[in-house]
């Protein structure tokens, strides 16, 4: 039987209907929607009703090609959340995350599948596929009325800086350390491709967000442009640069989110209020049937295999990865203890750990374990995260105040 058409009417289908009692749902039962459809691809996947059932070699591409569109699109948002003025001051805080947080938490997690006996090569690349933080599902935390009124602006512009950039850099460590679990593939070889495809996604992404940029500044002082076409123009832009940069083989997240960063600095004004719906439309909702893909294909026989060894290694993940990292560096970020410790523990795992899972595959890593490790944290990243973002959100203004009732002023550029 082909079991694509059903699939994806099934996952779809309950993807719309999860969009239409987002509002009734989050009044009765405050969890996210990705947890929600996470339990839904449980539920018809070959573990309960086994409505849905995919070919490995299927959800290889769509995890692919879809968390690489979603993330596309994420980033861009990530990109243009905060007015250029606001995110000047912001760059050392955010190199030291990407510098340091990134790689430590990388280590951190490899230290953590030693415990599933994985081989060492094995264990790294897991860490890297691990250590982005997910710009899809932070969102959720940083973004919207109610982050505004209890966090303070630095806590989420540093988060979201942090998510659209380290899932561009993540390249850099997969390529590298799928190199190393596939010694033919060559680690020099490996280097310098990364190199060009980190310098090319800036290059792409740098021109063509100022080009972008010029054009609507241009066209709005003209009134060459509608409110419509305005506000799905970053869309196109961040669908047009991907595709650019995958032409040429560049880190086609990395120059996305450039793109954003260099069109946010050049547009000038835009309908701000009403493209944050459409960031939340995309970040919510567009997300939901790939995290239901991912309820559906879950290795429980892989996990059941592990046994206590699955359930120390998603503790330690959660615990180790970022938390205690952020607390050391929290002088260096300029932030203060519970800031760091807000950070350090909203920094989940998503759509971009799916992504360079994905990637991995794509160039021959096709290990068992790994696909067995990466869901395993995401798929407990997403539930863990879906029951207390925003509880621990309200938690966290009870116990610091309101402390995003006044934003904080930019700070010089450095």
Same mark, same amino acid.
């Given at each position: 039987?082909?079991?694509?058409?059903?699939?994806?009417?099934?996952?779809?289908?309950g993807?719309?209907?999860?969009a239409?009692?987002?509002?009734?749902?989050?009044?009765?039962?405050?969890?996210?929607?990705?947890?929600v459809?996470?339990?839904?691809g449980?539920?018809?996947?070959?573990?309960?009703?086994g409505?849905v059932?995919?070919?490995? =070699?299927?959800?290889?591409?769509l995890?692919?090609?879809?968390?690489?569109?979603?993330?596309?699109?994420?980033?861009?948002?990530?990109?243009?959340r905060?007015?250029?003025?606001?995110? !000047?001051?912001?760059?050392?805080?955010?190199?030291?995350?990407?510098?340091?947080? &990134?790689p430590?938490?990388?280590?951190?997690?490899?230290?953590?599948?030693l415990?599933?006996?994985?081989?060492?090569?094995?264990?790294?690349?897991?860490?890297?596929?691990?250590?982005?933080?997910?710009?899809?599902?932070?969102?959720?935390?940083?973004?919207? =009325?109610p982050?505004?009124?209890?966090?303070?602006?630095?806590?989420?512009?540093?988060?979201t800086?942090?998510?659209?950039?380290?899932?561009g850099?993540?390249?850099?460590?997969?390529?590298v350390?799928?190199?190393?679990?596939l010694?033919?593939?060559?680690?020099?070889?490996?280097?310098?491709l990364?190199?060009?495809?980190?310098g090319?996604?800036?290059?792409?992404?740098?021109?063509?967000?100022?080009l972008?940029?010029?054009?609507l500044?241009?066209?709005?002082?003209?009134d060459?442009v509608?409110?419509?076409?305005?506000?799905?123009?970053?869309?196109?832009?961040?669908?047009?640069?991907?595709?650019?940069? !995958?032409?040429?083989e560049?880190?086609?997240?990395?120059?996305v $989110?450039?793109?954003?960063?260099?069109?946010?600095r $050049?547009?000038?004004?835009? +309908?701000?209020?009403?493209?944050?719906?459409?960031?939340?439309?995309?970040?919510?909702?567009?997300?939901?049937?790939?995290v239901?893909?991912?309820?559906?294909?879950l290795?429980?026989g892989?996990?059941?295999?592990?046994?206590?060894?699955?359930?120390?290694?998603?503790?330690l993940?959660?615990?180790?990865?970022?938390?205690?990292?952020?607390?050391a560096?929290?002088? +260096?970020?300029?932030?203060?203890?519970?800031?760091?410790? $807000?950070?350090?523990?909203?920094?989940? &795992?998503?759509?971009?750990?799916?992504?360079?899972?994905?990637?991995?595959?794509?160039?021959?890593?096709?290990?068992?374990?790994?696909?067995?490790a990466?869901?395993?944290?995401?798929?407990?990243?997403?539930?863990? $995260?879906?029951?207390?973002?925003?509880?621990?959100?309200?938690?966290?203004?009870?116990r610091?105040?309101?402390?995003?009732?006044?934003?904080?002023?930019?700070?010089?550029?450095?």
């Amino acid at each position: 039987m082909d079991w694509l058409a059903p699939s994806l009417a099934v996952l779809g289908v309950g993807g719309v209907v999860l969009a239409l009692v987002s509002g009734p749902l989050e009044r009765w039962v405050p969890v996210s929607e990705p947890l929600v459809a996470l339990a839904v691809g449980v539920l018809v996947g070959p573990a309960a009703l086994g409505l849905v059932r995919l070919e490995q =070699e299927l959800v290889d591409v769509l995890l692919l090609e879809g968390s690489r569109v979603l993330l596309a699109a994420s980033v861009m948002a990530a990109a243009l959340r905060y007015p250029w003025e606001s995110l !000047r001051g912001l760059l050392r805080p955010t190199v030291v995350l990407l510098a340091a947080v &990134m790689p430590l938490a990388a280590l951190a997690t490899a230290a953590s599948a030693l415990v599933l006996a994985v081989p060492v090569s094995l264990a790294l690349l897991v860490g890297a596929c691990l250590a982005p933080t997910d710009p899809v599902l932070a969102a959720a935390v940083v973004s919207g =009325e109610p982050a505004e009124r209890t966090l303070p602006h630095r806590v989420r512009a540093l988060l979201t800086l942090e998510s659209g950039a380290n899932d561009g850099l993540g390249v850099v460590l997969v390529v590298v350390l799928v190199a190393v679990v596939l010694p033919a593939q060559g680690v020099v070889h490996a280097l310098g491709l990364v190199a060009w495809e980190v310098g090319a996604g800036l290059a792409v992404g740098g021109l063509l967000g100022w080009l972008a940029g010029l054009g609507l500044s241009h066209a709005d002082r003209h009134d060459d442009v509608g409110e419509g076409p305005e506000l799905v123009y970053t869309l196109l832009l961040a669908v047009g640069v991907l595709g650019v940069a !995958r032409t040429v083989e560049a880190a086609g997240v990395l120059a996305v $989110f450039v793109a954003g960063l260099v069109y946010n600095r $050049f547009a000038g004004s835009s +309908p701000r209020e009403k493209q944050d719906a459409v960031d939340e439309g995309i970040n919510k909702y567009a997300v939901l049937p790939l995290v239901a893909v991912l309820g559906a294909v879950l290795p429980w026989g892989t996990w059941a295999d592990w046994g206590w060894r699955a359930a120390v290694f998603a503790g330690l993940v959660l615990l180790l990865r970022r938390l205690p990292v952020l607390l050391a560096l929290r002088r +260096p970020l300029g932030v203060a203890a519970h800031q760091a410790g $807000f950070m350090g523990f909203f920094g989940p &795992m998503g759509v971009s750990a799916l992504f360079y899972l994905a990637h991995a595959r794509h160039e021959g890593v096709h290990d068992p374990a790994l696909w067995g490790a990466v869901t395993l944290a995401v798929a407990v990243s997403v539930v863990v $995260f879906g029951l207390t973002g925003a509880p621990g959100r309200r938690a966290y203004a009870r116990r610091h105040g309101h402390e995003g009732d006044v934003e904080q002023q930019p700070s010089p550029a450095v």
